[in-house]
């Protein structure tokens, strides 16, 4: 296992995260599929994504494997990502809003992009 944590960067406090993050997410789910729908943690799973994203642009700053931490980082937020919206999903109560709940994914994909854009730029020059 030691082989594979240099990968995650500055695994110290990416693995934890990792692990808070989701079962945060998987704890909100279940709270939501036993007492129904709760506005508290609709608003802690929307903004869960971009949380996310801010701390994983800081952590790819850390590594020295820039590649592959990016890649292991994009697919951890794409499945915060989606994680996040099936609890959307279980917390709100008028469902017609999940279309406007897609926005949290998309401006966490943007941040997260942008600061691997300010790490490349910084790697190149």
């Known amino acids: ?3 594979f944590l240099p990968y995650f960067g500055w695994y110290t406090v990416a693995v934890p995260f990792i692990l808070v993050i989701l079962f945060l997410l998987a704890f909100s789910f279940m709270y939501c599929k036993l ?3 709760n506005k508290y943690v609709a608003n802690f799973s929307f903004y869960m994504p971009m949380l996310s994203a801010i701390v994983f642009g800081i952590l790819l700053f850390y590594t020295t494997f820039f590649w592959t931490t990016f ?3 994009f697919l951890i937020l794409i499945l915060v ?3 996040s919206f099936k609890v959307l999903a279980e917390a709100l109560e008028d469902k017609t809003a999940l279309g406007v709940t897609m926005f949290s994914g998309l401006v ?3 941040i997260f992009v942008f600061c ?3 790490k490349l730029i910084i790697d190149l020059f």
Request: charged share 0%; glycine share 6%; hydrophobic share 50%.
């Open 35 to 37: 007492q129904g729908p």
């Open 1 to 3: 296992m030691n082989i």
């Open 81 to 83: 990502n989606i994680t």
């Open 116 to 118: 691997f854009i300010v």
């Open 71 to 73: 890649v292991l980082y």
């Open 108 to 110: 966490s994909i943007y």
